[in-house]
T-cell receptor, first 113, second 114 residues
Framework: NAGVTQTPKFQVLKTGQSMTLQCAQD?????MSWYRQDPGMGLRLIHY???????DQGEVPNGYNVSRSTTEDFPLRLLSAAPSQTSVYFC????????????FGPGTRLTVT | AQSVTQPDIHITVSEGASLELRCNYS??????LFWYVQSPGQGLQLLLK??????LVQGIKGFEAEFKRSQSSFNLRKPSVHWSDAAEYFC????????????FGSGTRLLVRP
């Protein structure tokens, strides 16, 4: 099992550019989520999905889009990158139902100049 | 609104000394409680979790945590710290609704003196 994988590991964007952060899991988890991690702020939930075709907003969704066409994949799209989106992004997955334990990917470090 | 507080931003302990990291939560009922560890440049790894039952839970790497309902706390402890424990530790709560979301504290960075 690869667990939760994220690509790319590092990315530099210019303001206004768009890009997609990829996330995939091979554990057949129903629940997937995206967090951003900023110094002194812990992890903040951007978007989450409780199953294919179902997504919802978290705490800080502005500037990001998600879709969930398959159980395995949950890409995060930055529509028009801004310096405020410079952060480390983590994808996580969980069995859902009554099991809240989340498995995290290794992260993507994004810099927007 | 639900929240998680980790009052210590940094903690420094000597190798071999005991450790306690504090976590307090704000929620009307008993949430599900978690401690995660993040080594530099890595993702988060689950150390332990509390759902119900015995309020003292054992985790990996020799860590334990105690749930105290009266204090809304879930402090992490280790009797003897190793240099490899230097990392950032996050407390998280879940179970507030049916969305399976976790709310994380801001983290405590542990430094270990040789």
């Amino acid at each position: 099992n690869a667990g939760v994988t994220q690509t790319p590991k590092f990315q530099v964007l210019k303001t206004g550019q768009s890009m997609t952060l990829q996330c995939a899991q091979d554990m057949n988890h129903e629940y997937m989520s995206w967090y951003r991690q900023d110094p002194g702020m812990g992890l903040r939930l951007i978007h989450y999905s409780v199953g294919a075709g179902i997504t919802d907003q978290g705490e800080v969704p502005n500037g990001y889009n998600v879709s969930r066409s398959t159980t395995e994949d949950f890409p995060l799209r930055l529509l028009s990158a801004a310096p405020s989106q410079t952060s480390v992004y983590f994808c996580a997955s969980s069995y859902g139902t009554s099991n809240y334990e989340q498995y995290f990917g290794p992260g993507t470090r994004l810099t927007v100049t | 609104a639900q929240s998680v507080t980790q009052p210590d931003i940094h903690i420094t302990v000597s190798e071999g000394a005991s450790l306690e990291l504090r976590c307090n939560y704000s929620y009307g009922a008993t949430p599900y409680l978690f401690w995660y560890v993040q080594s530099p440049g890595q993702g988060l790894q689950l150390l332990l979790k509390y759902f119900s039952g015995d309020t003292l839970v054992q985790g990996i790497k020799g860590f334990e945590a105690e749930f105290k309902r009266s204090q809304s706390s879930f402090n992490l402890r280790k009797p003897s710290v190793h240099w490899s424990d230097a990392a950032e530790y996050f407390c998280a709560v879940g179970g507030m609704d049916s969305s399976y979301k976790l709310i994380f504290g801001s983290g405590t960075r542990l430094l270990v003196r040789p």
